[in-house]
């Protein structure tokens, strides 16, 4: 009404981009997802997404549609040509199975996730870095569909949704907390037993030196502890028991 154009500005938040993009060079990721791109031919800057999904899922929990609404409040250094269907791709990236599936489980297969976390590992190491101290530790994830062809299964739910699909993750930490891999298997595994196929695999992966299982009741079963003492089987193991047996 009064002739002027009213300016309208659109506010954004710049501090999570700068604290974790200062995180996320010093700890090597850009140089080790580049590398595994070398010989790879994509229309979009692929690390940029993965630090995108990765900084969306560190501040909120969604899926990467969610993601794509939450950046536009934020102000974060090179996606501004990233649209979701990138996004979607460079989670395939990371979820590409191997040629070499050395050392791989049933339910596992060596995918480009593992080579980006052993190119962590190889950035962080050195001469006097052993592990001779590991922690491994699981959770339940719960699937909104059907959580694919063999990882979605019907398990013990630690999120108590036993009406959902699951998955079992597992997190493996060094004796500072840094973080060195993560697992996944079905979520109807719910036995030691059928863990061992996956310690021996982070063994070999990693070169760890000495293992120690420790798991609760809820793993304590006659299978469990008839694979544990196998001759075969060089883990020491800690069960958790209830006092009274």
């Known amino acids: 009404l009064s002739g002027k154009v009213e300016a309208t500005a659109h506010a954004v938040r710049i501090g999570p981009a700068l604290i974790f993009t200062r995180l996320w060079n010093e700890l090597g990721m850009p140089r080790i997802i580049q590398g595994l791109l070398a010989e790879r031919k994509f229309e979009f800057d692929v690390e940029r997404a993965i630090f995108l999904t990765v900084l969306h899922r560190l501040f909120v929990s969604g899926s990467d549609r969610s993601g794509d609404h939450w950046r536009r409040d934020y102000a974060i250094?090179?996606?501004?040509?990233?649209?979701?269907?990138?996004?979607?791709?460079?989670?395939?990236?990371?979820?590409?199975?191997?040629?070499?599936?050395?050392?791989?489980?049933?339910?596992?297969?060596?995918?480009?996730?593992?080579?980006?976390?052993?190119?962590l590992f190889g950035l962080h190491r050195n001469l006097f870095t052993g592990l001779d101290l590991v922690f491994f530790d699981t959770t339940s994830i719960y699937f909104e569909g059907e959580g694919?062809?063999?990882?979605?299964?019907?398990?013990?739910?630690?999120?108590?949704?036993?009406?959902?699909?699951?998955?079992?993750?597992?997190?493996?930490?060094?004796?500072?907390?840094?973080?060195?891999?993560?697992?996944?298997?079905?979520?109807?595994?719910?036995?030691?037993?059928?863990?061992?196929?996956?310690?021996?695999?982070?063994?070999?992966?990693?070169?760890?030196?000495?293992?120690?299982?420790?798991?609760?009741?809820?793993?304590?079963?006659?299978?469990?502890?008839?694979?544990?003492?196998?001759?075969?089987?060089?883990?020491?193991?800690?069960?958790?028991?209830?006092?009274?047996?």
Not at 96 to 106: I, K, R, Y
Not at 191 to 213: A, G, M, Q, T
């Open 77 to 119: 250094t090179g996606v501004d040509g990233i649209v979701l269907h990138h996004v979607y791709r460079a989670m395939a990236f990371l979820g590409e199975e191997l040629d070499d599936q050395d050392g791989a489980t049933p339910f596992a297969p060596r995918c480009m996730k593992d080579l980006v976390e052993e190119g």
């Open 148 to 245: 694919g062809a063999t990882l979605g299964q019907f398990g013990h739910s630690k999120d108590h949704r036993p009406d959902r699909k699951q998955m079992v993750v597992g997190a493996l930490l060094d004796d500072s907390g840094r973080p060195i891999c993560c697992e996944m298997w079905p979520g109807n595994t719910a036995d030691v037993k059928s863990l061992l196929p996956v310690v021996e695999r982070l063994r070999s992966r990693f070169h760890i030196r000495r293992f120690c299982i420790v798991a609760d009741r809820g793993m304590v079963s006659a299978a469990t502890i008839e694979a544990l003492e196998m001759p075969d089987c060089d883990i020491p193991y800690i069960l958790g028991a209830r006092m009274r047996r």
